[in-house]
């Protein structure tokens, strides 16, 4: 018996279908992500969750009790909203404490918990500054204190991270990583930022217009997307356009071999991580290209190659400066077995 489960959960407004019957287990402790373009479902999904929107159809079960019905403080999931307001005339302190407050836990209890999980958030000297006085990403992690500070079954957060920048992002997501791992809180939470889903989650929901279209571990995801819209979506893919042929693909003039021979004669696409494909010497690639643009991201180089079947993205960890320059003939391989052989619309053939 799962911990939280979705079954058939749908949303509609009108004849508009926002969630449309999903249905999903996740276990006690699990960090999953919700992860899809604007607009897929998302929020209405962690809403109805949380009990702030009323499903349509379907069920919410925490814990083996149905809590579709129940109020939202009835339910005692911890929140942490897309707009995260803090209190703007109560301190720091007084924000997270304010949970239990309404729990009418005493006051020394109170005092202790509130230090413990402004310890966790790493914010115990901000405890009697004002929000204004803090930070994008201070601010943020005083939500995610109040969040955590009831110990709520379930931690739902809904783009906790948006409003930061890069970095701070970067160490906010090792942040949550590690406060959920230290206090086990199962957490769901959304976002449209797929290495943000990817690098944090144990694993991640892939929403498309109200369905979920894939549920799996990060590096499954990315290594097996169920559908072209996931390859593209989730991690940069490279298509090149073929020809399928006994023992193997034709890709512009040559033939590479690739797994199954079904439908020879047919058109096809193989679709190619960028750190799959690696330089070879010439004459030793198996397709030719020319470097279009390069570019440079300290730890590794990004290249966009033109090549007679389309146009190839390469990445090469940044080991030295010596790497093809714009313009440079290059040519390109990969081991067979990591080119997937789709049908041009994408479909498996
Ligand atoms: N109250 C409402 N009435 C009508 N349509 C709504 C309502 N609330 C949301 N929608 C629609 O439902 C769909 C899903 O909205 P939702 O907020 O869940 O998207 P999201 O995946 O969270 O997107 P984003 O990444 O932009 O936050 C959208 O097309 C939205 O316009
Ligand atoms: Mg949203």
């Not at 901000?126 to 943020?140: E, F, I, K, N, T």
Request: charged share 20%; hydrophobic share 40%.
């Amino acid at each position: 018996m799962s911990f939280l489960t979705l079954a058939s959960l749908t949303k509609a407004y009108g004849s508009f279908v926002a969630v449309d019957g999903i249905s999903l287990a996740i276990e006690r402790g699990e960090f999953v992500s919700f992860l899809g373009p604007s607009g897929c479902g998302k929020t209405t999904t962690l809403q109805m969750i949380a009990g702030l929107t009323p499903p349509t159809a379907g069920t919410v079960v925490l814990g083996g009790r149905d809590i579709t019905q129940d109020a939202p403080n009835k339910r005692g999931l911890g929140v942490v909203f897309q707009s995260y307001a803090l209190f703007p005339h109560m301190t720091v302190a007084e924000n997270v404490s304010f949970g239990l407050e309404m729990r009418k836990i005493a006051r020394a209890e109170r005092d202790r918990q509130v230090a413990d999980t402004l310890s966790l958030v790493r914010l115990s000297e901000m405890a009697d500054r004002y929000p204004r006085q803090l930070s994008g990403g201070q601010r943020q992690r005083v939500a995610v204190a109040r969040a955590l500070v009831i110990k709520p079954p379930v931690l739902l957060l809904d783009e906790p991270l948006s409003n930061l920048d890069a970095k701070l992002r970067e160490e906010m997501q090792f942040e949550l990583r590690r406060i959920q791992q230290s206090v086990g809180t199962t957490t769901i939470m959304v976002t449209h930022d797929q290495a943000e889903a990817l690098s944090i989650s144990d694993r991640v929901v892939v929403m498309e217009k109200g369905r979920i279209t894939q549920v799996d571990a990060p590096y499954r995801l990315y290594e097996q997307p169920a559908t072209p819209f996931i390859s593209d979506f989730v991690g940069k893919m490279t298509r090149l356009h073929g020809i399928r042929r006994a023992g193997g693909v034709e890709v512009a003039g040559r033939l590479l071999p690739a797994g199954g021979d079904a439908g020879e004669g047919g058109a096809v696409d193989l679709l190619l991580r960028p750190e799959k494909i690696e330089f070879a010497a010439a004459g030793q690639g198996m397709v030719d290209g020319r470097v279009v643009s390069r570019f440079f991201f300290g730890s590794y180089w990004l290249f966009a190659i033109e090549t007679a079947a389309g146009l190839a993205t390469v990445s090469l960890p940044n080991q030295d400066e010596d790497v093809p320059r714009e313009g440079e003939n290059v040519a390109l391989r990969w081991a067979p077995a990591s080119a997937r052989v789709v049908s041009p619309e994408g479909a498996e053939p």
